[in-house]
């Protein structure tokens, strides 16, 4: 898999808020690349300056074997995002494509595919402002990917997506990194991310938290957790061997553990005394560990001190 | 440049398809023409009513009155009566716009004539009624028993011979020689106002991108001078189209109502360059307008900066009075040298002046280029900001910033 995109060191102030602090990632061809954190942590900041929108203070984004920007091999649908509203769907999808020097007949081929298979078949001659807020944003979809870019920048690309259409665009995105295309998107709906993607960056305020394959980063920071409903006594709960830190909330407590535990064996450390109505354990998700970062909330005492 | 006529192309095709541009493409020339159309019938009703001028003479001076009257062009219609005072005013009671005058020796001796009318009447009849004091003052002359030399030298009256210095070149131009200088100006006049409305067009084609929030979208495939150039274009070419309708509807219209042969007195040299100045006065606007759009959210909520640049095209309609009063004057020559005003005082100024000041036209299209390159980079540094700026417009202090940047 070759590297067709690598940012190094971005840096970007608006006034004298730094917004970026450098910034080091690679997309390589036929991989899903997931920048992920909170509001305002940076996200669309990086994409813009990928995309030429913006211009970095500092540090540099390369483009493999291309010395400009390679504008008709990018895909590009922005977090703001839209169309003209008094245009037919089909003309709007032709003049993007025209924009990015596509044949017109391939264009207008493919668009009638994806038509058919975001299930907007026949609505070509409909004007934009006649569609749904949902059915535009498959419209926006295909334009970007219509053109067979080598790279396709999908700045929250569910965002606003019913569950059946979120699940359409996950099955598309996964089907162009099959068939080589670099995907780099953001997002800050974990789970959905989780479900798909091969490496994850994770920024927040404009710094990286964690990044790398999601298995490594899953099998890094995926400590277990023990959810216990019931009245019990803090001290009684921190005496539990293996547990590293416990939040407690009401009548539920949360204990953290190691990623090393052997459930069954931990479970018969419980003492028996303990209240429980409910019990659950599981391993920590990418969700609660995006919440940590963007809450700076100290989940995990330890495997993370990245951002300790 | 491919990208931005391809910019170009696009804008063109919306536009065309787009129902209001095509009803305002068609509605402006057939609104006009059908006023000045109807006008002329209503005008031409008017010549038939005249006003019934009946005339009992008894002193015999109706000839003569009939020739002062022709010769005025005074629209009345004199004919001859000897009906009475009173069978006048009952034949009146029914009339419009008539009149019976009845010149008999109280005329010659006390000046007086006595005049009925219709209780409806043209408003300058007075007035006109003045014309013959002249007649019937000779005759009381003549009655007088004043030679007729006399007569002649009483008559003729005090006349002002004005001479104006600079008039004297101009004097022997003919009705032909104006309309020959005319026309080419009309012509280029009309696709200045042309192309300048479409600039307005720009405008909101430009805040247009940012409501419809596919700016980044446009941006990811082309540059922002790219899309700005494409739009500038495009917006040219659709005011030519809009010109040329205008034309359609113009040529014939002039060539039947006052029977100019228009084709003959535009294909000249001059009209090349009253084109040019027109075309340059374009980009001009073309060039703000696309920046100004750019800071604009939406149209309704333009701030009072906004507002006052949009009025920036009318500015020339100031200078008309003093440019026609005195074409070489100080004004006329300070709203040459305003790029804002030069390419409408220009053309107004080339149309009422004999002989063109080469060296002022010079200098003003130097100043209109110059002020276009500007314009271009400041309006190119607004538009890459303003047009990916969404919620908001720009204020002038954020727009003094971007262009500093």
Redesign the interface.
């Known amino acids: 898999m070759g590297t067709v995109l690598s940012v190094k060191n971005l840096e970007k102030s608006f006034k004298t808020k730094q917004v970026l602090k450098g910034i080091t990632f690679e997309v390589r061809s036929g991989e899903i690349m997931a920048i992920l954190g909170p509001n305002g942590a940076g996200k669309s900041t990086t994409i813009r300056n990928i995309m030429g929108i913006m211009y970095p203070d500092n540090g540099s984004v390369h483009f493999e074997g291309h010395t400009d920007l390679p504008r008709n091999i990018i895909g590009y649908l922005p977090e703001e995002r839209g169309l003209y509203k008094n245009v037919k769907v089909m003309d709007m999808l032709l003049y993007l494509a025209e924009l990015k020097d596509y044949p017109a007949k391939k264009a207008r081929e493919r668009a009638m595919a994806y038509l058919e298979k975001f299930d907007l078949k026949g609505k070509e001659h409909v004007k934009l402002e006649e569609l749904s807020k949902g059915m535009n944003q498959k419209v926006q979809f295909i334009a970007s990917i219509l053109h067979e870019p080598e790279l396709l920048i999908l700045d929250e690309p569910f965002s606003g997506l019913d569950p059946v259409s979120q699940d359409l665009f996950k099955e598309e995105i996964r089907d162009l990194a099959n068939q080589g295309t670099a995907i780099l998107l953001s997002s800050h709906q974990m789970n959905l991310v989780e479900e798909m993607c091969d490496r994850l960056f994770m920024i927040q305020a404009g710094q990286k938290v964690i990044d790398g394959p999601l298995d490594e980063v899953k099998a890094k920071y995926s400590n277990f957790k023990c959810t216990i409903r019931g009245k019990n006594q803090l001290a009684d709960l921190e005496g539990i061997a293996g547990v590293q830190h416990v939040q407690q909330q009401d009548d539920v407590n949360i204990l953290y553990l190691g990623k090393d535990i052997d459930p069954v064996q931990w479970l018969k450390t419980l003492p028996d005394h303990m209240a429980i109505q409910e019990l659950r354990l599981d391993r920590i998700s990418l969700h609660e560990i995006f919440v940590a970062v963007a809450t700076n909330k100290n989940l995990i005492t330890k495997g993370v001190e990245v951002y300790a | 440049m491919r990208?931005a006529l391809?910019?170009a192309k696009?804008e063109i095709k919306?536009n065309l398809k787009?129902k209001s541009f095509l009803i305002g493409l068609f509605i402006t020339p057939i609104m006009i023409f059908g006023f000045m159309l109807l006008g002329s019938i209503f005008g031409g009703d008017d010549e038939d009513t005249g006003t019934n001028v009946y005339i009992h003479d008894e002193i015999g001076v109706f000839d003569t009155v009939k020739e002062t009257v022709a010769s005025s062009g005074v629209d009345w219609k004199v004919k001859q009566t000897d009906i009475s005072e009173k069978e006048a005013l009952k034949k009146l009671q029914d009339k419009e716009d008539t009149a019976y005058l009845f010149l008999n020796k109280d005329t010659l001796n006390q000046g007086t004539v006595n005049v009925l009318t219709s209780e409806e009447i043209n408003a300058y009849f007075t007035d006109q009624l003045q014309l013959l004091q002249g007649p019937i003052q000779q005759l009381q002359a003549k009655e007088l028993g004043l030679s007729d030399t006399q007569l002649a030298a009483i008559s003729k009256g005090v006349a002002f011979q004005e001479t104006q210095a600079k008039d004297e070149a101009g004097s022997d131009l003919t009705a032909e020689d104006m309309l020959q200088k005319i026309v080419p100006i009309i012509f280029a006049g009309i696709i200045l106002l042309s192309i300048v409305f479409s600039g307005m067009y720009i405008f909101q084609s430009a805040s247009?991108e940012k409501k419809?929030?596919?700016a980044?979208?446009?941006?990811?495939?082309?540059t922002p001078g790219e899309l700005m150039q494409g739009k500038i274009i495009g917006y040219f070419v659709l005011g030519i189209v809009q010109a040329v309708v205008f034309l359609i509807f113009a040529v014939p219209f002039a060539m039947w109502k006052w029977d100019i042969p228009v084709a003959s007195y535009v294909l000249v040299p001059e009209t090349a360059l009253l084109v040019a100045i027109a075309i340059l006065g374009y980009l001009l606007f073309a060039s703000m307008f696309v920046g100004i759009g750019a800071t604009m959210a939406d149209m309704g909520s333009a701030g009072q900066f906004q507002g006052m640049v949009m009025m920036l095209p009318f500015l020339p309609f100031i200078f008309i009075g003093p440019v026609l009063s005195d074409p070489s004057g100080l004004i006329a020559q300070i709203g040459t040298y305003i790029p804002f005003t030069s390419p409408g005082v220009l053309l107004l100024r080339l149309a009422v002046l004999d002989t063109w000041p080469w060296m002022q036209i010079v200098i003003s299209i130097v100043i209109l280029i110059v002020s276009i390159w500007i314009m271009m980079k400041l309006a190119g540094k607004i538009f890459k900001v303003g047009i990916?700026m969404?919620g908001k417009n720009a204020t002038p202090k954020e727009m003094w910033k971007w262009i500093r940047a």
């Open positions: 990208n391809k910019i696009w919306r787009n247009q419809d929030k596919i980044e979208i446009i941006l990811s495939s082309v990916l969404y």
